[in-house]
């Protein structure tokens, strides 16, 4: 079955650093979204990206965080100087459309900021 | 802002009983709703959806259930069975692109 591969599985990062997340999303898939879940919290939405645009993103998504599809496969996220609070798992996902079908979600990264 | 809301943390259910998973949510506006089902180390699992226009959709063992009036869904899982045991999050949709994620409820199955 088709998977959304995410990397690194864990990163660990000292505060101020940049760190960039790695997603391959499902081949044929076109919407592509970035969730992340703080330990013990709820999944919250990042940003969508589609058409190579941003479509949708959440206050969260401020001037430190930014997307990027380089290559036609890969899906980043960016955050240029990293924060304590930014410590979370973040998830990938990925759909063929907006129906009515949820997404597929990687794995996850766990970004331990020190 | 908790426009989804689940209120039970933790679930025990015999194995070959029902379990029933719950979720309130405030904003009326939302039309789309799903559940899904994680597993420690993975990421979330699509499990079954529901369209505010329905009050009910099933498959297989699972049948997710609408309550437009009380902003209520709940999933139901019929029988239990070990393998279900997970965290399950519901999650809602004004737009069909962003969702809002309930804070999960961890499901155990006692074989």
């Known amino acids: 079955e088709p998977e959304v591969t995410q990397t690194p599985s864990h990163q660990v990062t000292q505060m101020g650093q940049e760190v960039i997340l790695r997603c391959v999303p499902i081949?044929?898939?076109?919407?592509f979204y970035w969730y992340r879940q703080i330990l013990g919290q709820k999944v919250e939405f990042l940003v969508s990206?589609?058409?190579?645009?941003?479509?949708?993103k959440s206050e969260i998504f401020d001037d430190q965080f930014s997307v990027e599809r380089p290559d036609g496969s890969n899906f980043t996220l960016k955050i240029r100087s990293t924060k304590l609070e930014d410590s979370a798992m973040y998830f990938c996902?990925?759909?063929?459309?907006?129906?009515?079908?949820?997404?597929?979600f990687g794995s996850g990264t766990r970004l331990t900021v020190v | 802002d908790q426009q989804v809301k689940q209120n039970s943390p933790s679930l025990s259910v015999q194995e070959g009983r029902i379990s029933i998973l719950n979720c309130d949510y405030t904003n009326s506006m939302f039309d789309y709703f799903l559940w899904y089902k994680k597993y420690p180390a993975e990421g979330p699992t699509f499990l079954i959806s529901i369209s505010s226009i329905k009050d009910k959709n099933e498959d297989g063992r699972f049948t997710v259930f609408l309550n437009k009036s009380a902003k209520h869904l709940s999933l139901h899982i019929v029988p239990s069975q070990p393998g279900d045991s997970a965290v399950y999050f519901c999650?809602?949709?004004?737009?069909?692109?962003?969702?809002?994620f309930g804070t999960g409820t961890s499901l155990t199955v006692i074989p």
């Open positions: 999650a809602a949709s004004l737009t069909g692109n962003q969702f809002y």
């Open positions: 081949s044929n898939h076109l919407y």
């Open positions: 996902a990925s759909r063929v459309d907006r129906g009515r079908d949820g997404y597929t």
């Open positions: 990206f589609y058409n190579n645009e941003i479509s949708e």
